[in-house]
């Protein structure tokens, strides 16, 4: 259960990311003042939907009737937040919203689709629950709408409390989120990839039950959502990482998988390709080596240059050499297909000559 401060850092990295965030608490917590206070601040636009008074029309669109066909039309809300270029959408009470809504609501979520409009992509969109304990009468969380955001539980303090009595809740603490690049990215995409390849049953761990599917849960797309949000938080900020982490892949695997980001210590990936021979030992377990090269070539990869390219191949070699081939051979082949256009392979990769030839990249070691 994260305070308001860790809430809005949490809040403020998904809402960067482009990942949903679902706010859980209990009635009369302060969830609308806290995104209308979040969008005030912001100096944006926040517009408030209630899905349980509303139709699925108002978020798949009304068909209309035009000159050249039908046309979805979205509803005044979303085109208010189109005219404004974007600003918070508050999807409040999401669990007294029937299937038929929770349904229409999927392509708002996450690809920011209304009818056929397509809302900004500075739309943030965050949506307002109450416990299942508390939601007497609503209806379980689907699970394709579940999966889709961020939950974070938040139970203001008494101090809190009364610093929003205060200000008129017109003043949220100050996020601690962070702005990303190259390498924060990439050394949280290896972490991460690292992690599901010692776990692969971690990559897909959907609930056996109706009233966890309602929750937050592994998938393919929240490990990926994981992956774009972590960046975004600081280090030590355990409070907010672990809300992130457990908001968008459960509690179980979500321990599991801090406890081995933990442990694995994983290096910087450009300190790797800058000494790759001593930035790490080559030896290690299989899966931290894993986890170091999907960060090398990560890095590469955002770059996108020539320069970057070729210098990840060092941290590959080095790894081959140390004997890790099989492992370095598996990153090649992520490598080679992330190679800008005009980069040619340097020529101590020769020894990947077998899967440089499957990858179409044979005669091109210069």
């Known amino acids: 259960m994260a305070d308001v401060a860790t809430a809005v850092t949490v809040l403020d990295a998904n809402g960067r990311a482009g990942v949903p965030s679902l706010l859980i608490s ?39 009737v035009r000159e050249h066909g039908v046309r979805l039309e979205a509803p005044d809300w979303a085109k208010r937040i189109h005219a404004a270029g974007g600003g918070y959408l508050f999807l409040d009470e999401l ?32 949506a307002g629950a109450n416990p299942p304990d508390c939601a007497a009468g609503g209806y379980e969380l689907e699970a394709p709408l579940a999966n889709r955001f961020c ?6 303090s008494v ?20 702005a990303t690049d190259e390498q ?35 998938s393919r797309r929240t490990w990926a959502m994981l992956a774009a949000v972590l960046p975004h938080l600081r280090d030590d900020d355990n409070a907010a990482i672990n809300a992130a982490v457990f908001g968008l ?15 694995a210590d994983l290096p910087d990936p450009v300190a790797v390709i800058e000494n790759p021979e001593t930035a790490f030992d080559w030896q290690s377990r299989p899966d931290l ?31 081959a050499e140390a004997g890790a081939p099989d492992v370095a051979g598996a990153a090649a082949r992520t490598l080679a297909k992330a190679r800008p256009a005009k980069a040619v392979v340097p020529a101590a990769a020769k ?10 990249l044979v005669g091109e070691v210069a």
């Not at 959907?206 to 937050?216: D, I, K, L, R």
């Not at 459960?250 to 081995?260: C, K, M, P, S, Y």
């Open 289 to 319: 080596v894993w986890a170091v090269l999907s960060g090398v070539t990560a890095w590469a990869a955002g770059r996108g240059t020539v320069e970057a390219w070729r210098s990840a191949w060092g941290p590959l070699i080095a790894a």
């Open 249 to 263: 892949i459960g509690e179980g695997t979500g321990v599991e998988f801090l406890q081995w980001r933990r442990n």
């Open 26 to 64: 209990g009635p009369g917590m302060g969830k609308s003042s806290l995104v209308r206070g979040l969008a005030a601040s912001d100096g944006v636009l926040c517009e408030t939907v209630l899905g349980s008074l509303r139709e699925p029309a108002d978020f798949a669109g009304l068909p209309v």
């Open 159 to 178: 101090d809190e409390w009364l610093d929003g009595m205060a200000t008129g809740w017109a003043s949220p603490p100050a996020s601690r989120a962070v």
């Open 351 to 360: 020894r990947f000559s077998p899967m440089l030839v499957a990858a179409g």
């Open 151 to 156: 939950h974070v539980e938040f139970t203001p």
């Open 184 to 218: 924060r990215v990439a050394l949280v995409r290896g972490s991460i990839t690292g992690y599901v390849q010692r776990n692969p049953e971690a990559l897909d761990g959907f609930p056996s039950s109706a009233a966890q599917t309602g929750g937050a849960w592994p």
């Open 95 to 126: 669990t007294t919203s029937p299937p038929a809504v929770q349904a229409a609501m999927l392509a708002v979520a996450l690809d920011l689709k209304v009818g056929d409009l397509q809302l900004p992509n500075r739309t943030r969109v965050i």
